[in-house]
T-cell receptor, first 119, second 113 residues
Framework: GAVVSQHPSRVICKSGTSVKIECRSL??????MFWYRQFPKQSLMLMAT?????????EQGVEKDKFLINHASLTLSTLTVTSAHPEDSSFYIC???????????????FGPGTRLTVL | DAKTTQPPSMDCAEGRAANLPCNHS???????VYWYRQIHSQGPQYIIH???NNETNEMASLIITEDRKSSTLILPHATLRDTAVYYC??????????????FGKGTLLTVNP
């Protein structure tokens, strides 16, 4: 259980184009999903938190108009990188939080990541 | 946030137990200790978490000291596939329902044949 998928796993695009990355929770409902970015030899950096049916909350320094997040259902969140540039090339990873019944703690499960290369 | 301190790297022989330490001396009473690992070019994988008591699952055991200022993740029989970066994370407000994970540099565990 607790499987999170991402699509595509790898994408190469030209500078100036937009790229959409999907994140799905396959066997559970996720009221909250998170998007991270990881540059080579660095750790994961949280970009934004999205709650189903509401606007995403972006971390300081992350441009919300450039990284559009849509959390349309309890199993799907999308990240669109608009007008991508070479400096946006990175490993993008999503996670979904599984709420366990009435417990107040819960666990984030991560997708396999999407490697974006902007030429 | 409760800051965590981990050694940057460790080595372990295949088949042996791997013991990964983590210091979190500023942890608050209701904050959990989470462990994740990341194998190269993959998303992080949840391993285990705990509050006060020791925890065990099919992947690992988590030993938390009585004062909760440190913990040890134990992989009882390390295999080559356990080579990864291991992250010890203490999310603020993790006793509640809305918390964030902040990834530090973690410990690169290399399991040698």
């Amino acid at each position: 259980g607790a499987v999170v998928s991402q699509h595509p796993s790898r994408v190469i695009c030209k500078s100036g184009t937009s790229v959409k990355i999907e994140c799905r929770s396959l066997d559970f409902q996720a009221t909250t999903m998170f998007w991270y970015r990881q540059f080579p030899k660095q750790s994961l950096m949280l970009m934004a938190t999205s709650n189903e049916g509401s606007k995403a909350t972006y971390e300081q320094g992350v441009e919300k108009d450039k990284f559009l997040i849509n959390h349309a259902s309890l199993t799907l969140s999308t990240l669109t990188v608009t007008s991508a540039h070479p400096e946006d090339s990175s490993f993008y990873i999503c996670s979904a939080k599984q709420v366990r019944g009435s417990f107040t703690w819960d666990t984030q499960y991560f997708g396999p990541g999407t490697r974006l290369t902007v030429l | 946030d409760a800051k965590t301190t981990q050694p940057p790297s460790m080595d372990c022989a295949e088949g042996r137990a791997a013991n990964l330490p983590c210091n979190h001396s500023t942890i608050s009473g209701n904050e959990y200790v989470y462990w994740y690992r990341q194998i190269h070019s993959q998303g992080p994988q949840y391993i285990i978490h705990g509050l006060k008591n020791n925890e065990t699952n099919e992947m690992a055991s988590l030993i938390i000291t009585e004062d909760r200022k440190s913990s040890t993740l134990i992989l009882p029989h390390a295999t080559l596939r356990d080579t990864a970066v291991y992250y010890c994370i203490v999310p603020p407000n993790s006793g509640g329902s809305n918390y964030k994970l902040t990834f530090g540099k973690g410990t690169l565990l290399t399991v040698n044949p």
